[in-house]
């Protein structure tokens, strides 16, 4: 099992290599609740990786891997009972769109955050993702960019863990 680092200071580390990360725009915090843009702490299995493939190759991964298509959202209403789970867009509830226009999407590592099972108001759409280039906060996720993600993944084997600590 790989244990990737992340800590309250912007940096992630994993196997010896140490690179700057972006965090929730509000910091980390311990008591995590939909909406507040903090990174929840604590040790977050890797569930699978997305991908968009109109715009890269599949990723080199261990982990299982599935394409991003134009339909694919993300739940983050928690009074919805598809909360923190992946939909079918159009969908009744309140939605993440997984197809961005930007490219913060382009490769995502779901994380195990609240998903077993979901817990309503205790956080959703926690990801691992591509960072902002102009360097902006996430909205409560873990960003990297692109070619450290993709090296990160090619290391990535089920069983692995993202764990963000607070010091």
Do not use: Q
Request: charged fraction near 30%; proline fraction near 8%; glycine fraction near 10%.
């Amino acid at each position: 099992m790989m244990r990737i680092d992340v800590g309250a200071d912007g940096w992630l580390s994993w196997n010896g290599r140490r690179i700057a990360c972006r965090l929730g725009r509000s910091g980390i915090i311990v008591d995590k609740r939909e909406g507040d843009g903090a990174t929840p702490v604590g040790a977050w299995p890797l569930r699978r990786a997305l991908y968009r493939p109109d715009r890269l190759a599949r990723p080199v991964t261990g982990l299982e891997v599935a394409e991003i298509g134009p339909a694919d959202g993300w739940c983050d209403d928690s009074a919805h009972p598809d909360y923190n789970r992946s939909v079918e867009l159009p969908h009744p509830a309140r939605c993440e769109k997984m197809w961005r226009d930007d490219h913060l999407y382009d490769v995502v590592v779901v994380l195990g955050h609240n998903d077993d099972p979901p817990v309503a108001g205790r956080g959703s759409a926690i990801f691992l993702h591509v960072a902002d280039p102009e360097g902006k906060p996430t909205e409560g996720c873990v960003a990297i960019d692109l070619a450290d993600l993709l090296d990160l993944l090619a290391d990535c084997r089920p069983g692995d863990l993202l764990v963000v600590s607070a010091l």
